[in-house]
Nanobody, 115 residues
Framework: VQLVESGGGLVQPGGSLRLSCAAS????????MSWYRQAPGKERELVAT????????NYANSVRGRFTISRDNAKNTVFLQMNSLKAEDTAVYYC?????????WGQGTQVTVSS
């Protein structure tokens, strides 16, 4: 099983980034997919979730209206489009696949928002 995130980097406040998470080794379409983030000295927090069928999405209050989660089940990939980025969005971003009582984590990708 692998979850490989990409697309992180350094961006100025107000800018945009698109994160990708490529999955392999399990039936991607059967799993809800989420993005989490962890800033230095803080606990990991849930950012956004998309259900397995790709319909229902949920967002943390802090990102709602700025971030959009989507998935392509044909390409086994989940995305996080991040707009209007703020300094407080700086963190390592992780994707997670979850089903019933188990799940998988990616290794994370760094997002830094700074001028």
């Amino acid at each position: 099983v692998q979850l490989v995130e990409s697309g992180g980097g350094l961006v100025q406040p107000g800018g945009s980034l698109r994160l990708s998470c490529a999955a392999s080794g399990f039936t991607f379409s059967n799993y809800a997919m989420s993005w989490y983030r962890q800033a230095p000295g803080k606990e990991r927090e849930l950012v956004a979730t998309i259900q397995s069928a790709g319909g229902e999405t949920n967002y943390a209050n802090s990102v709602r209206g700025r971030f959009t989660i989507s998935r392509d089940n044909a390409k086994n990939t989940v995305f996080l489009q991040m707009n209007s980025l703020k300094a407080e969005d700086t963190a390592v971003y992780y994707c997670r696949a979850a089903r019933a009582n188990h799940g998988y984590w990616g290794q994370g990708t760094q997002v830094t928002v700074s001028s």
